[in-house]
Protein backbone atom coordinates (compact mmCIF):
# COMPACT_ATOMS: atom_id res chain seq x y z
CA UNK A 1 0.00 0.00 0.00
CA UNK A 2 1.22 3.35 -1.27
CA UNK A 3 1.06 6.02 1.62
CA UNK A 4 0.36 9.39 -0.09
CA UNK A 5 1.46 11.46 2.93
CA UNK A 6 5.07 10.07 1.87
CA UNK A 7 4.29 10.84 -1.44
CA UNK A 8 3.47 14.68 -0.83
CA UNK A 9 6.31 15.00 1.38
CA UNK A 10 9.00 13.71 -1.36
CA UNK A 11 7.15 15.45 -4.12
CA UNK A 12 7.30 18.83 -1.77
CA UNK A 13 11.11 18.40 -0.79
CA UNK A 14 11.97 17.76 -4.84
CA UNK A 15 10.95 21.50 -5.42
CA UNK A 16 13.82 22.57 -2.93
CA UNK A 17 17.10 21.93 -5.33
CA UNK A 18 17.32 22.46 -9.08
CA UNK A 19 16.54 18.80 -10.09
CA UNK A 20 14.69 16.31 -8.70
CA UNK A 21 17.17 13.83 -8.37
CA UNK A 22 18.93 15.82 -5.39
CA UNK A 23 16.05 14.99 -3.32
CA UNK A 24 17.00 11.14 -2.98
CA UNK A 25 18.51 11.54 0.30
CA UNK A 26 15.91 13.18 1.91
CA UNK A 27 13.32 10.91 0.09
CA UNK A 28 15.00 8.16 1.14
CA UNK A 29 15.31 9.54 5.19
CA UNK A 30 11.32 9.56 4.63
CA UNK A 31 10.55 6.49 3.56
CA UNK A 32 12.79 4.91 5.86
CA UNK A 33 11.66 6.72 9.07
CA UNK A 34 7.89 5.85 7.16
CA UNK A 35 8.73 2.24 7.00
CA UNK A 36 11.62 1.18 9.54
CA UNK A 37 13.83 0.73 6.91
CA UNK A 38 14.43 0.70 3.50
CA UNK A 39 12.12 -2.28 1.62
CA UNK A 40 12.57 -3.12 -2.24
CA UNK A 41 8.98 -1.79 -2.36
CA UNK A 42 10.11 1.89 -0.40
CA UNK A 43 12.88 2.28 -2.44
CA UNK A 44 10.73 1.92 -5.71
CA UNK A 45 8.12 4.25 -4.25
CA UNK A 46 11.33 6.75 -3.48
CA UNK A 47 12.35 6.03 -7.37
CA UNK A 48 8.52 6.54 -9.11
CA UNK A 49 8.02 9.84 -7.24
CA UNK A 50 11.33 11.17 -8.54
CA UNK A 51 11.34 9.82 -11.78
CA UNK A 52 14.57 8.38 -11.19
CA UNK A 53 15.57 4.59 -12.47
CA UNK A 54 14.96 2.41 -9.29
CA UNK A 55 18.59 1.31 -9.55
CA UNK A 56 19.45 4.87 -9.00
CA UNK A 57 18.02 4.88 -5.61
CA UNK A 58 19.50 1.49 -4.88
CA UNK A 59 23.00 2.94 -5.05
CA UNK A 60 22.32 5.83 -3.15
CA UNK A 61 20.81 3.51 -0.43
CA UNK A 62 23.79 1.33 -0.60
CA UNK A 63 26.46 4.06 -0.61
CA UNK A 64 25.46 5.48 3.16
CA UNK A 65 25.68 3.98 6.64
CA UNK A 66 22.96 5.86 7.80
CA UNK A 67 20.06 4.06 5.15
CA UNK A 68 19.16 0.28 6.02
CA UNK A 69 17.84 -1.92 3.72
CA UNK A 70 17.59 -4.86 6.56
CA UNK A 71 15.24 -4.26 9.31
CA UNK A 72 16.86 -2.85 12.49
CA UNK A 73 15.48 -3.51 16.09
CA UNK A 74 13.19 -0.93 17.92
CA UNK A 75 16.46 0.17 19.89
CA UNK A 76 19.38 0.73 17.62
CA UNK A 77 22.71 1.25 19.30
CA UNK A 78 25.27 2.56 17.86
CA UNK A 79 28.52 2.38 19.46
CA UNK A 80 31.38 4.16 18.62
CA UNK A 81 34.89 3.17 18.14
CA UNK A 82 36.63 5.75 16.68
CA UNK A 83 40.32 7.17 18.40
CA UNK A 84 38.81 9.10 20.99
CA UNK A 85 36.26 6.51 22.21
CA UNK A 86 38.50 3.94 21.92
CA UNK A 87 41.52 5.52 23.82
CA UNK A 88 38.19 5.52 26.83
CA UNK A 89 37.19 2.16 26.65
CA UNK A 90 34.66 1.56 24.15
CA UNK A 91 36.09 -1.64 23.16
CA UNK A 92 35.48 -3.15 26.41
CA UNK A 93 31.79 -1.52 26.02
CA UNK A 94 31.34 -3.30 22.86
CA UNK A 95 32.49 -6.86 24.16
CA UNK A 96 29.56 -5.86 27.25
CA UNK A 97 27.36 -4.73 24.68
CA UNK A 98 27.92 -8.07 22.47
CA UNK A 99 27.47 -10.45 25.68
CA UNK A 100 24.37 -8.96 27.24
CA UNK A 101 22.88 -8.73 24.09
CA UNK A 102 24.28 -12.00 22.91
CA UNK A 103 24.69 -10.58 19.52
CA UNK A 104 27.60 -9.72 17.85
CA UNK A 105 28.06 -5.74 15.57
CA UNK A 106 26.08 -5.73 13.11
CA UNK A 107 23.14 -8.07 14.27
CA UNK A 108 19.86 -7.55 15.76
CA UNK A 109 18.20 -9.59 18.77
CA UNK A 110 16.43 -12.48 17.18
CA UNK A 111 12.95 -10.60 19.59
CA UNK A 112 14.00 -7.75 16.93
CA UNK A 113 14.15 -5.45 19.98
CA UNK A 114 17.97 -4.43 19.10
CA UNK A 115 20.00 -4.06 16.91
CA UNK A 116 24.24 -3.20 17.58
CA UNK A 117 26.56 -1.61 15.25
CA UNK A 118 29.92 -0.32 16.06
CA UNK A 119 30.35 3.18 14.09
CA UNK A 120 32.95 5.52 13.17
CA UNK A 121 33.07 8.66 15.07
CA UNK A 122 29.90 10.39 16.37
CA UNK A 123 31.54 13.74 16.24
CA UNK A 124 30.64 14.06 19.52
CA UNK A 125 34.23 13.29 21.18
CA UNK A 126 33.86 15.87 23.93
CA UNK A 127 31.14 13.20 25.78
CA UNK A 128 33.57 9.97 24.65
CA UNK A 129 32.81 7.24 25.28
CA UNK A 130 29.68 7.69 23.09
CA UNK A 131 26.94 5.79 21.77
CA UNK A 132 23.63 6.79 19.79
CA UNK A 133 20.82 5.06 20.74
CA UNK A 134 18.89 5.79 17.28
CA UNK A 135 18.65 9.58 17.49
CA UNK A 136 19.88 10.27 20.36
CA UNK A 137 23.43 10.94 21.54
CA UNK A 138 23.96 8.96 25.21
CA UNK A 139 28.11 10.05 26.86
CA UNK A 140 30.60 9.45 29.26
CA UNK A 141 29.65 6.03 29.23
CA UNK A 142 30.97 3.52 31.28
CA UNK A 143 30.10 -0.48 32.20
CA UNK A 144 27.80 0.56 34.58
CA UNK A 145 25.80 3.00 32.97
CA UNK A 146 25.70 0.93 30.14
CA UNK A 147 24.31 -1.83 31.95
CA UNK A 148 21.42 0.15 33.75
CA UNK A 149 20.46 1.27 30.09
CA UNK A 150 19.93 -2.44 28.62
CA UNK A 151 18.16 -3.29 31.77
CA UNK A 152 15.85 0.12 31.42
CA UNK A 153 15.43 -0.30 27.83
CA UNK A 154 14.23 -4.16 28.26
CA UNK A 155 11.73 -3.38 30.82
CA UNK A 156 10.44 -0.45 28.68
CA UNK A 157 10.26 -2.96 25.84
CA UNK A 158 8.63 -5.33 27.85
CA UNK A 159 6.12 -2.68 29.04
CA UNK A 160 5.76 -2.47 25.19
CA UNK A 161 4.92 -5.45 23.78
CA UNK A 162 4.31 -3.96 20.43
CA UNK A 163 7.62 -4.33 17.81
CA UNK A 164 6.48 -3.24 14.44
CA UNK A 165 7.96 0.24 12.71
CA UNK A 166 8.14 3.35 14.32
CA UNK A 167 4.97 5.30 12.84
CA UNK A 168 5.53 8.40 11.36
CA UNK B 1 41.56 37.71 28.95
CA UNK B 2 40.35 36.37 25.62
CA UNK B 3 37.02 37.07 24.59
CA UNK B 4 34.39 34.77 23.22
CA UNK B 5 32.85 35.29 20.04
CA UNK B 6 31.98 32.13 18.26
CA UNK B 7 30.28 30.49 21.40
CA UNK B 8 28.94 33.41 23.25
CA UNK B 9 28.99 31.92 26.51
CA UNK B 10 29.30 28.45 26.44
CA UNK B 11 26.27 26.61 27.34
CA UNK B 12 23.71 29.46 27.35
CA UNK B 13 20.61 28.38 25.91
CA UNK B 14 19.49 31.90 25.80
CA UNK B 15 21.27 32.49 22.42
CA UNK B 16 19.76 29.62 20.84
CA UNK B 17 16.63 31.34 19.49
CA UNK B 18 16.17 34.73 17.42
CA UNK B 19 15.01 36.96 20.10
CA UNK B 20 18.28 35.83 21.99
CA UNK B 21 20.72 36.00 19.23
CA UNK B 22 19.22 39.50 18.52
CA UNK B 23 19.63 40.75 22.04
CA UNK B 24 23.11 40.70 21.64
CA UNK B 25 23.29 42.38 18.69
CA UNK B 26 22.70 39.78 16.40
CA UNK B 27 21.52 40.48 12.88
CA UNK B 28 23.15 43.97 13.20
CA UNK B 29 25.91 42.64 10.89
CA UNK B 30 23.91 41.82 8.27
CA UNK B 31 21.07 44.94 8.43
CA UNK B 32 24.57 47.48 8.26
CA UNK B 33 25.74 45.37 5.30
CA UNK B 34 22.85 45.14 3.61
CA UNK B 35 22.11 49.07 3.99
CA UNK B 36 26.22 50.07 3.49
CA UNK B 37 27.58 47.57 1.61
CA UNK B 38 27.92 46.46 -1.81
CA UNK B 39 28.83 42.39 -2.33
CA UNK B 40 32.44 43.79 -3.32
CA UNK B 41 32.88 45.72 -0.18
CA UNK B 42 31.68 42.89 1.64
CA UNK B 43 34.52 40.40 -0.28
CA UNK B 44 37.29 42.98 0.59
CA UNK B 45 36.47 43.13 4.08
CA UNK B 46 36.73 39.43 4.17
CA UNK B 47 39.67 39.37 2.91
CA UNK B 48 41.34 42.46 4.50
CA UNK B 49 40.34 40.59 7.49
CA UNK B 50 42.64 37.44 6.70
CA UNK B 51 39.77 35.11 7.29
CA UNK B 52 40.79 31.57 6.20
CA UNK B 53 38.78 27.90 5.73
CA UNK B 54 38.31 26.48 9.22
CA UNK B 55 36.90 23.50 7.30
CA UNK B 56 40.80 22.22 7.33
CA UNK B 57 42.42 23.57 4.09
CA UNK B 58 42.94 26.91 5.32
CA UNK B 59 41.91 28.86 2.26
CA UNK B 60 41.60 32.31 2.33
CA UNK B 61 37.89 33.15 2.01
CA UNK B 62 37.55 36.31 0.54
CA UNK B 63 39.83 35.17 -2.44
CA UNK B 64 37.14 31.82 -2.18
CA UNK B 65 34.52 34.32 -2.79
CA UNK B 66 36.06 36.56 -5.62
CA UNK B 67 36.52 33.83 -7.57
CA UNK B 68 32.60 33.28 -8.18
CA UNK B 69 32.21 35.12 -11.62
CA UNK B 70 30.63 38.50 -11.53
CA UNK B 71 27.94 39.37 -13.89
CA UNK B 72 27.68 35.21 -14.79
CA UNK B 73 23.97 34.53 -16.09
CA UNK B 74 24.00 31.02 -14.41
CA UNK B 75 22.92 30.70 -10.82
CA UNK B 76 25.28 30.87 -8.42
CA UNK B 77 25.24 28.45 -4.95
CA UNK B 78 26.08 28.89 -1.15
CA UNK B 79 27.09 25.27 0.42
CA UNK B 80 27.77 25.36 4.08
CA UNK B 81 29.63 22.01 4.74
CA UNK B 82 27.91 20.69 7.85
CA UNK B 83 29.03 17.12 7.13
CA UNK B 84 31.84 17.20 10.28
CA UNK B 85 33.43 13.60 9.96
CA UNK B 86 36.77 14.02 11.04
CA UNK B 87 37.22 11.75 14.11
CA UNK B 88 37.49 13.87 17.12
CA UNK B 89 36.15 16.62 15.81
CA UNK B 90 32.36 18.34 17.15
CA UNK B 91 32.86 22.25 16.85
CA UNK B 92 30.48 22.30 13.82
CA UNK B 93 27.90 20.66 15.87
CA UNK B 94 28.34 23.08 19.22
CA UNK B 95 28.26 25.91 17.04
CA UNK B 96 24.83 24.69 15.13
CA UNK B 97 23.30 23.73 18.59
CA UNK B 98 24.18 26.79 20.47
CA UNK B 99 24.45 29.76 18.08
CA UNK B 100 22.83 28.34 15.16
CA UNK B 101 21.87 31.96 14.06
CA UNK B 102 25.75 32.80 13.82
CA UNK B 103 25.91 30.36 11.31
CA UNK B 104 22.45 31.47 9.59
CA UNK B 105 23.65 35.53 9.65
CA UNK B 106 27.26 34.27 8.29
CA UNK B 107 25.48 32.30 5.63
CA UNK B 108 22.89 35.22 4.20
CA UNK B 109 25.94 37.30 4.46
CA UNK B 110 28.46 35.30 2.25
CA UNK B 111 25.39 34.69 -0.02
CA UNK B 112 25.02 38.25 -0.12
CA UNK B 113 28.34 38.43 -1.54
CA UNK B 114 28.91 36.17 -4.07
CA UNK B 115 25.18 36.42 -5.37
CA UNK B 116 23.70 33.13 -4.29
CA UNK B 117 19.95 33.04 -4.39
CA UNK B 118 19.96 29.77 -2.58
CA UNK B 119 22.01 28.21 -0.22
CA UNK B 120 22.37 24.77 1.66
CA UNK B 121 23.27 23.02 4.57
CA UNK B 122 24.62 19.89 3.75
CA UNK B 123 24.56 18.57 7.62
CA UNK B 124 25.72 15.05 9.02
CA UNK B 125 22.88 12.79 9.26
CA UNK B 126 23.67 12.12 13.43
CA UNK B 127 23.69 15.21 14.43
CA UNK B 128 19.64 15.43 14.70
CA UNK B 129 19.35 17.91 17.50
CA UNK B 130 21.01 20.53 15.48
CA UNK B 131 19.04 19.27 12.44
CA UNK B 132 16.09 20.12 14.89
CA UNK B 133 17.17 23.54 15.88
CA UNK B 134 18.37 24.84 12.51
CA UNK B 135 14.91 23.72 10.78
CA UNK B 136 13.24 25.79 13.59
CA UNK B 137 15.44 28.94 13.10
CA UNK B 138 15.13 28.94 9.43
CA UNK B 139 11.39 29.08 10.05
CA UNK B 140 11.70 31.97 12.43
CA UNK B 141 14.19 33.70 9.83
CA UNK B 142 11.48 33.88 7.39
CA UNK B 143 8.62 34.77 9.29
CA UNK B 144 11.17 37.74 10.34
CA UNK B 145 12.02 38.69 7.15
CA UNK B 146 15.87 37.53 7.38
CA UNK B 147 15.18 35.01 5.04
CA UNK B 148 12.98 35.06 1.18
CA UNK B 149 12.45 37.68 -0.92
CA UNK B 150 13.32 41.59 -0.38
CA UNK B 151 15.75 40.35 2.94
CA UNK B 152 14.98 43.46 5.39
CA UNK B 153 13.70 45.62 2.39
CA UNK B 154 17.12 45.31 0.33
CA UNK B 155 15.85 43.58 -2.63
CA UNK B 156 18.18 39.97 -1.61
CA UNK B 157 16.80 37.03 -2.06
CA UNK B 158 17.77 34.27 0.02
CA UNK B 159 16.82 30.54 0.92
CA UNK B 160 18.22 28.65 3.09
CA UNK B 161 17.38 24.57 2.94
CA UNK B 162 18.68 21.95 5.05
CA UNK B 163 20.61 18.79 3.27
CA UNK B 164 20.63 15.86 5.83
CA UNK B 165 23.63 13.48 4.89
CA UNK B 166 23.73 9.78 5.67
CA UNK B 167 26.78 9.13 6.85
CA UNK B 168 30.12 9.32 4.48
CA UNK B 169 33.02 10.98 5.78
CA UNK B 170 34.13 11.58 2.64
CA UNK B 171 31.03 14.30 1.45
CA UNK B 172 33.43 16.45 3.22
CA UNK B 173 35.48 16.85 1.08
CA UNK B 174 33.51 19.65 -1.20
CA UNK B 175 33.51 17.88 -4.67
CA UNK B 176 32.48 14.97 -3.27
CA UNK B 177 29.73 17.33 -1.35
CA UNK B 178 28.63 18.58 -4.38
CA UNK B 179 28.17 15.33 -5.97
CA UNK B 180 26.01 13.98 -3.08
CA UNK B 181 24.00 16.88 -3.39
CA UNK B 182 23.20 16.06 -6.43
CA UNK B 183 21.42 12.88 -5.92
CA UNK B 184 24.67 10.62 -6.57
CA UNK B 185 27.20 8.46 -5.02
CA UNK B 186 29.39 11.05 -2.56
CA UNK B 187 32.42 10.45 -4.72
CA UNK B 188 34.99 13.70 -5.61
CA UNK B 189 35.13 14.81 -8.75
CA UNK B 190 38.80 16.21 -10.69
CA UNK B 191 39.74 19.75 -10.45
CA UNK B 192 40.02 22.17 -11.94
CA UNK B 193 37.18 23.03 -12.79
CA UNK B 194 36.94 24.38 -9.20
CA UNK B 195 33.43 24.35 -7.88
CA UNK B 196 33.53 28.09 -7.49
CA UNK B 197 33.47 28.27 -11.42
CA UNK B 198 31.62 24.95 -12.15
CA UNK B 199 30.09 23.16 -9.04
CA UNK B 200 26.72 22.49 -8.33
CA UNK B 201 24.87 21.70 -11.49
CA UNK B 202 27.38 23.34 -12.65
CA UNK B 203 26.42 26.66 -11.58
CA UNK B 204 29.42 29.12 -9.71
CA UNK B 205 29.69 26.97 -6.37
CA UNK B 206 31.04 28.02 -2.92
CA UNK B 207 31.41 25.35 0.05
CA UNK B 208 32.50 27.05 3.33
CA UNK B 209 32.66 25.18 6.61
CA UNK B 210 30.19 26.34 9.52
CA UNK B 211 32.98 27.63 11.76
CA UNK B 212 34.14 29.42 9.31
CA UNK B 213 30.83 31.23 7.96
CA UNK B 214 30.14 31.83 11.79
CA UNK B 215 33.30 33.95 11.56
CA UNK B 216 31.73 36.44 9.02
CA UNK B 217 29.52 38.47 11.38
CA UNK B 218 32.06 39.23 14.38
CA UNK B 219 33.84 40.43 11.43
CA UNK B 220 31.65 42.63 10.06
CA UNK B 221 30.80 43.84 13.35
CA UNK B 222 34.29 44.66 14.58
CA UNK B 223 36.35 45.36 12.11
CA UNK B 224 39.02 43.41 10.01
CA UNK B 225 41.51 45.29 12.54
CA UNK B 226 39.80 43.35 15.42
CA UNK B 227 40.05 39.87 13.80
CA UNK B 228 43.86 40.90 12.82
CA UNK B 229 44.42 41.42 16.10
CA UNK B 230 43.94 38.10 17.76
CA UNK B 231 46.20 35.20 16.55
CA UNK B 232 49.77 35.67 14.25
CA UNK B 233 49.72 37.41 11.39
CA UNK B 234 48.87 35.02 8.59
CA UNK B 235 46.29 33.31 10.46
CA UNK B 236 44.53 35.73 12.65
CA UNK B 237 41.16 35.29 14.53
CA UNK B 238 39.13 33.10 16.99
CA UNK B 239 39.49 29.59 16.56
CA UNK B 240 37.21 26.09 18.29
CA UNK B 241 39.70 23.43 19.66
CA UNK B 242 38.08 20.15 20.10
CA UNK B 243 39.82 18.36 22.89
CA UNK B 244 39.43 14.54 23.36
CA UNK B 245 41.41 11.17 24.21
CA UNK B 246 43.05 11.20 27.59
CA UNK B 247 42.36 14.32 28.89
CA UNK B 248 41.29 15.78 32.15
CA UNK B 249 38.84 18.04 30.70
CA UNK B 250 37.72 17.31 27.30
CA UNK B 251 35.74 19.50 25.42
CA UNK B 252 35.34 22.86 22.51
CA UNK B 253 37.58 25.90 23.54
CA UNK B 254 37.39 28.83 22.01
CA UNK B 255 40.81 30.78 22.22
CA UNK B 256 43.12 32.51 19.89
CA UNK B 257 44.58 31.01 16.57
CA UNK B 258 48.19 30.07 17.00
CA UNK B 259 48.08 29.41 20.96
CA UNK B 260 50.43 26.90 21.68
CA UNK B 261 49.31 23.05 22.04
CA UNK B 262 51.55 22.42 25.04
CA UNK B 263 49.36 25.11 26.94
CA UNK B 264 45.83 24.13 24.85
CA UNK B 265 46.49 20.24 26.18
CA UNK B 266 48.51 21.04 29.70
CA UNK B 267 46.44 24.33 30.66
CA UNK B 268 43.17 24.77 29.79
CA UNK B 269 42.47 21.30 29.10
CA UNK B 270 43.82 20.05 32.47
CA UNK B 271 46.50 17.75 31.18
CA UNK B 272 46.03 13.96 31.32
CA UNK B 273 42.71 12.39 33.64
CA UNK B 274 45.25 9.89 34.74
CA UNK B 275 47.93 11.98 35.75
CA UNK B 276 50.21 9.59 33.51
CA UNK B 277 52.67 11.62 31.12
CA UNK B 278 51.29 12.38 27.72
CA UNK B 279 52.62 10.34 24.82
CA UNK B 280 51.72 12.31 21.79
CA UNK B 281 49.30 14.33 20.37
CA UNK B 282 46.85 14.18 17.29
CA UNK B 283 46.60 17.98 16.86
CA UNK B 284 43.94 18.79 13.53
CA UNK B 285 41.62 15.34 13.49
CA UNK B 286 42.96 11.85 12.61
CA UNK B 287 43.94 12.67 9.57
CA UNK B 288 47.07 14.64 10.89
CA UNK B 289 50.20 13.10 11.87
CA UNK B 290 50.62 12.95 15.91
CA UNK B 291 53.40 15.14 17.61
CA UNK B 292 55.34 13.36 20.24
CA UNK B 293 55.28 14.68 23.79
CA UNK B 294 58.41 16.77 23.14
CA UNK B 295 56.96 18.55 20.27
CA UNK B 296 54.52 20.40 21.77
CA UNK B 297 55.87 23.65 21.87
CA UNK B 298 54.20 24.35 18.38
CA UNK B 299 51.43 26.94 17.49
CA UNK B 300 47.65 25.75 16.39
CA UNK B 301 47.74 27.53 13.22
CA UNK B 302 47.35 26.34 9.76
CA UNK B 303 51.75 27.61 8.54
CA UNK B 304 53.74 26.33 11.87
CA UNK B 305 51.63 22.89 11.74
CA UNK B 306 52.24 22.33 7.60
CA UNK B 307 55.84 23.14 8.25
CA UNK B 308 56.16 20.13 11.35
CA UNK B 309 54.92 18.07 8.78
CA UNK B 310 51.29 17.93 10.13
CA UNK B 311 48.10 20.10 9.87
CA UNK B 312 45.87 21.97 11.90
CA UNK B 313 42.78 20.60 9.80
CA UNK B 314 39.91 20.72 11.80
CA UNK B 315 41.49 21.08 15.33
CA UNK B 316 40.32 17.94 16.61
CA UNK B 317 42.72 17.39 19.50
CA UNK B 318 43.31 14.08 20.40
CA UNK B 319 45.31 13.05 23.55
CA UNK B 320 47.02 9.99 24.48
CA UNK B 321 48.85 9.25 27.71
CA UNK B 322 52.23 6.91 27.82
CA UNK B 323 49.83 4.15 28.31
CA UNK B 324 48.61 3.72 24.47
CA UNK B 325 49.92 1.09 22.40
CA UNK B 326 50.47 2.95 18.90
CA UNK B 327 50.21 -0.21 17.09
CA UNK B 328 46.31 -0.21 18.29
CA UNK B 329 46.33 3.55 17.20
CA UNK B 330 47.60 3.06 13.94
CA UNK B 331 44.76 -0.05 12.99
CA UNK B 332 42.29 2.08 14.34
CA UNK B 333 43.06 5.16 12.16
CA UNK B 334 43.58 3.23 9.00
CA UNK B 335 40.25 0.47 9.43
CA UNK B 336 38.99 3.97 9.58
CA UNK B 337 40.36 5.19 6.27
CA UNK B 338 39.65 2.13 4.60
CA UNK B 339 36.06 1.84 5.94
CA UNK B 340 35.62 5.29 4.61
CA UNK B 341 37.11 5.03 0.97
CA UNK B 342 34.48 6.01 -1.45
CA UNK B 343 36.11 2.97 -4.03
CA UNK B 344 36.72 5.12 -6.70
CA UNK B 345 40.33 5.22 -6.94
CA UNK B 346 42.95 2.10 -7.05
CA UNK B 347 45.19 3.07 -4.35
CA UNK B 348 42.98 4.41 -2.08
CA UNK B 349 40.60 1.34 -2.27
CA UNK B 350 42.94 -1.71 -2.71
CA UNK B 351 46.31 0.15 -0.81
CA UNK B 352 44.16 0.83 2.13
CA UNK B 353 42.47 -2.86 2.50
CA UNK B 354 46.23 -4.25 2.43
CA UNK B 355 47.61 -2.25 4.83
CA UNK B 356 44.73 -2.66 7.03
CA UNK B 357 45.46 -6.02 7.10
CA UNK B 358 49.49 -5.67 7.82
CA UNK B 359 48.64 -3.61 10.67
CA UNK B 360 46.29 -6.05 11.85
CA UNK B 361 48.92 -8.92 11.65
CA UNK B 362 51.47 -6.77 13.45
CA UNK B 363 48.78 -5.96 15.96
CA UNK B 364 47.83 -9.58 16.20
CA UNK B 365 51.44 -10.95 16.55
CA UNK B 366 50.90 -12.47 12.99
CA UNK B 367 53.34 -10.52 11.01
CA UNK B 368 55.95 -12.00 10.07
CA UNK B 369 59.50 -10.05 10.27
CA UNK B 370 59.90 -7.48 6.70
CA UNK B 371 56.26 -6.88 6.72
CA UNK B 372 56.35 -3.08 8.47
CA UNK B 373 58.69 -2.76 5.20
CA UNK B 374 56.36 -4.33 3.06
CA UNK B 375 53.82 -2.18 4.49
CA UNK B 376 55.58 1.43 4.15
CA UNK B 377 56.01 0.38 0.67
CA UNK B 378 52.92 -0.12 -0.15
CA UNK B 379 51.40 3.13 1.87
CA UNK B 380 54.34 4.82 0.01
CA UNK B 381 52.44 3.96 -2.96
CA UNK B 382 49.08 5.37 -1.91
CA UNK B 383 50.64 8.88 -1.11
CA UNK B 384 50.45 11.38 -3.94
CA UNK B 385 48.39 8.35 -6.29
CA UNK B 386 45.21 8.92 -5.09
CA UNK B 387 42.10 11.41 -6.44
CA UNK B 388 41.17 12.85 -3.74
CA UNK B 389 42.96 14.28 -0.12
CA UNK B 390 41.67 10.54 2.03
CA UNK B 391 44.11 8.98 0.82
CA UNK B 392 47.08 11.09 1.71
CA UNK B 393 45.61 11.69 4.81
CA UNK B 394 45.49 8.20 5.66
CA UNK B 395 49.19 8.01 5.13
CA UNK B 396 50.19 10.97 6.83
CA UNK B 397 48.63 9.98 9.73
CA UNK B 398 49.91 6.60 9.86
CA UNK B 399 52.92 8.05 8.60
CA UNK B 400 53.49 9.82 11.90
CA UNK B 401 52.59 6.86 14.17
CA UNK B 402 55.30 5.37 12.50
CA UNK B 403 58.08 7.79 12.47
CA UNK B 404 57.55 8.41 16.27
CA UNK B 405 57.60 5.03 17.65
CA UNK B 406 58.78 2.44 15.17
CA UNK B 407 60.03 1.20 18.17
CA UNK B 408 56.73 -0.91 18.92
CA UNK B 409 55.76 -1.96 15.63
CA UNK B 410 58.83 -3.56 15.44
CA UNK B 411 58.98 -4.68 19.27
CA UNK B 412 55.62 -6.26 18.12
CA UNK B 413 56.50 -8.34 15.20
CA UNK B 414 59.33 -9.63 16.97
CA UNK B 415 57.39 -10.64 20.34
CA UNK B 416 54.72 -12.25 17.73
CA UNK B 417 56.90 -14.26 15.99
CA UNK B 418 58.70 -15.39 19.91
CA UNK B 419 55.15 -16.42 20.90
CA UNK B 420 54.25 -18.07 17.83
Redesign the interface.
Known sequence: MKDQTLKQQITEMAT?Y??A??????A??LAQAHYGYLTQDAMAEVAEYLH?PRV?VL??AT?????HTRPVGKYHLQLC????C???GAERLQRQLEQQLDIRCGETTADGRFTLTAV?????????PVM?LN???CGHLNEQRLAEMLQTLQEEANRKPENGPPSS | MYEQVLLLEKRDSEYQDLAGYRSVGGYSALSSTLRDSTPEQLIDLVKEAKLRGRGGAGFPTGLKWSFVPKGSAS?KWLLCNAD???????K??IIMEQTPHLLLEGMILAAYAIGAAKAYIYI??????AIRRLEREIQACRQAGLLGKNILGSGFDLDI?L???????ICGEETALIE???????QPRFKPPFPAVSG??KGPTVVNNVETLACVPPIVQRGADWFRSIGSEKCPGPKLY?????VKR???YELPMGISLRELVEQHAGGTHSGKKIKAV?PGG?SAALLPEPALDIAMDFDALSAAGTMLGSA?V?V?DES?CMV??AH??IE?FH??SCGKCTPCREGLAWVEQMLRRIKDGEAKSGELESMERIYGNIEGNTFCLLGDGAVMALRGVVKNFRHEFIERIQQGGRAA
Not at chain 1, 63 to 67: A, I, Q, T, W
Not at chain 2, 124 to 129: A, H, N
Not at chain 2, 180 to 186: A, K, Q, T, V
Open positions: RPARSAVMPLHLAEIFYSLFTNLSMLLECLGACEMAQDDY | AEGEPGTFDRRGEYVTYHRGAGAYSLEGNRGFYCLSGHPGLIIGIMTQVRIFHE
